[in-house]
């Protein structure tokens, strides 16, 4: 029996490399994030897979394999072909970010593999992570008892409050069928994906009319509510967007919040892109009345820049999301913090229980680089959004979409002949042939309409500037073709 323990040990210590190794496998690393890096700004933000991908090594074996040969093969089968976010020039969808300091934060949290999950596992993991919510919660002028769960994304974070929503006003499966949902065709089909998830896809869902600004309309809001009410039907929920994905739409949050404090129902918020421009008194003069939802939803990952993996559910009285994930299990007796403990941990908080340690990505970018640098930003994004509008109003043959409340603009080519969407599409096709810069399009009013998106931290003015005069160029070729 020794021996074959001596053996597989012998086997099994490849595992961990001794630190020449180690040395030189972060050498080559660094080599190539900095490579990368360098890059950035004279490679395409969107490239179209000619069969790169095709040829990623996935050849699973007994043999050890050669770094550097991995990293040659990860540069051109993944980081070559598609959208790269990292990239200024990523102006589509809602742009993430990638911020230098989380990619530290994670490579730590990675090699101290901390479980952040449990405060008796990592009292200071944990205690980071409940810190960075309340900051959030303080942020958007949630109360004392608010609290929340660092998530994987928006569409989790969603879930989550969908969950304690669905808890908190107590719906249980006989009420499905008479239960009310209340939102508009804008809101992002994650929302739709969480009601099914939690079990509630059954519930009358009321697509709310929204006014010529994409916004939630409130007076229907409310007739609506009133005539399901009459009908002997439940309304409970509110889901409300503070920035939609397509349009940066916010919903009028004042009024919406005055409906549902006057009929008791629950208002979620939906600010996963929007909610971090409340750094900025551009975005804070958009967001009055965040503050009054019952629960939200906001996106490190897109407003603060971070790379993908972190989204935030926030809850105004922590206690409801504590009791929707609320669980039991004899294996963790040593873990629960007893009675009368303050602080949840997250694992109470979540439907998680080993995650990771997000927080390090989120608190060693705020500390290095200071809030101020994040205010700015943000600001700037407005601004360039601001900018795009009006520079796209002076241009003939373009039709810009409604003023931008944050950093998303809609617009399209109006051609003096022939069929708009076909003229739209190839005008986005031939961005896309570009590669310089990616925008995405969507549907709006029947129109195949283009959008653009700014939120990357790498976008500043330059990149506007060349995708105006791209469109100009494009659409000048393409009305004389
Ligand atoms: C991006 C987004 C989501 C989904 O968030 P993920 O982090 O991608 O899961 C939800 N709602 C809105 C408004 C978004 O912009």
């Known amino acids: 029996m020794i021996e074959t323990i001596q053996r597989l040990e012998a086997a099994a210590r490849a595992l961990e490399p001794d630190p020449a190794q180690r040395g030189a496998w972060l050498d080559a690393v660094r080599a190539y994030a900095e490579g990368f890096l360098d890059e950035l700004e004279v490679l395409p933000t969107y490239t179209r897979d000619a069969g790169q991908s095709s040829k990623l090594d996935l050849s699973i074996t007994e043999r050890p394999g050669r770094l550097g040969a991995l990293l040659e093969n990860l540069h051109e089968t993944v980081d070559g072909p598609g959208i790269n976010p990292a990239s200024g020039g990523h102006l589509g969808y809602i742009p993430g970010g990638g911020v230098f300091p989380s990619a530290l934060g994670d490579f730590l949290a990675d090699v101290t593999n901390r479980f952040s999950g449990i405060s008796f596992a990592s009292p200071g993991a944990a205690r980071m992570e409940s810190g960075l919510v309340r900051w959030m919660a303080g942020l958007v002028g949630y109360p004392e008892g608010a609290g929340g769960d660092l998530t994987s994304g928006g569409s989790?974070?969603?879930?989550?409050?969908?969950?304690?929503?669905?808890?908190?006003?107590?719906?249980r499966?006989?009420?499905?069928?008479?239960?009310?949902?209340?939102?508009?065709?804008?809101?992002?089909?994650?929302?739709?994906?969480?009601?099914?998830?939690?079990?509630?896809?059954e519930c009358r869902l009321r697509r709310v009319p929204v006014d010529d600004r994409y916004r939630m309309?409130?007076?229907?809001?409310?007739?609506?509510?009133?005539?399901?009410?009459?009908?002997?039907?439940?309304?409970?929920?509110?889901?409300?967007?503070?920035g939609t994905t397509d349009t940066g739409a916010v919903d009028p949050l004042e009024a919406l919040a005055a409906i549902a404090e006057r009929e008791r129902l629950w208002l979620h918020l939906d600010a996963a892109y929007g909610g971090f421009f409340m750094l900025c008194e551009e975005g804070r003069a958009v967001l009055k009345g965040l503050q009054r939802s019952d629960s939200m939803v906001m996106d490190p990952?897109?407003?603060?820049?971070?790379?993908?993996?972190?989204?935030?559910?926030?809850?105004?009285?922590?206690?409801?999301?504590?009791?929707?994930h609320a669980y039991q299990a004899d294996y963790m007796q040593d873990a629960r913090g007893g009675a009368g403990a303050a602080e949840?941990?997250?694992?109470?908080?979540?439907?998680?229980?080993?995650?990771?340690?997000?927080?390090?990505?989120?608190?060693?970018?705020?500390?290095?680089?200071?809030?101020?640098?994040?205010?700015?930003?943000?600001?700037?994004?407005i601004w360039l959004a601001r900018y795009f509008h009006a520079r796209l109003?002076?241009?003939?043959?373009?039709?810009?979409?409604?003023?931008?409340?944050?950093?998303?603009?809609?617009?399209?080519?109006v051609p003096k002949r022939g069929d708009a969407d076909a003229f739209n599409r190839a005008l986005l096709q031939a961005v896309h042939d570009d590669g310089h810069i990616f925008v995405s399009s969507t549907r709006l009013d029947g129109h195949f309409t283009l959008r653009l998106a700014v939120l990357n931290f790498r976008t500043h003015r330059a990149e506007i500037d060349y995708l105006l005069d791209l469109l100009v160029r494009e659409a000048a070729r393409l009305a004389a073709a």
């Open 217 to 242: 309309d409130a007076g229907a809001l409310e007739r609506s509510i009133g005539s399901d009410r009459r009908a002997g039907l439940r309304p409970w929920l509110i889901v409300a967007s503070a």
């Open 156 to 171: 989790i974070a969603n879930l989550s409050a969908v969950v304690t929503a669905r808890e908190a006003m107590e719906i």
């Open 173 to 201: 499966a006989r009420d499905i069928p008479d239960a009310c949902v209340y939102m508009t065709s804008q809101a992002h089909h994650c929302v739709d994906r969480a009601l099914n998830v939690a079990g509630l896809g």
């Open 344 to 381: 949840y941990s997250p694992a109470d908080l979540s439907a998680e229980l080993s995650r990771p340690f997000r927080g390090l990505r989120l608190w060693l970018p705020l500390k290095l680089f200071g809030l101020a640098a994040f205010r700015a930003a943000l600001a700037e994004k």
């Open 393 to 413: 109003s002076e241009l003939d043959g373009f039709e810009p979409g409604p003023t931008p409340e944050l950093s998303v603009v809609t617009y399209r080519y």
């Open 301 to 324: 990952h897109k407003g603060l820049f971070l790379p993908y993996g972190t989204g935030a559910v926030l809850v105004r009285d922590v206690r409801l999301l504590a009791a929707a």
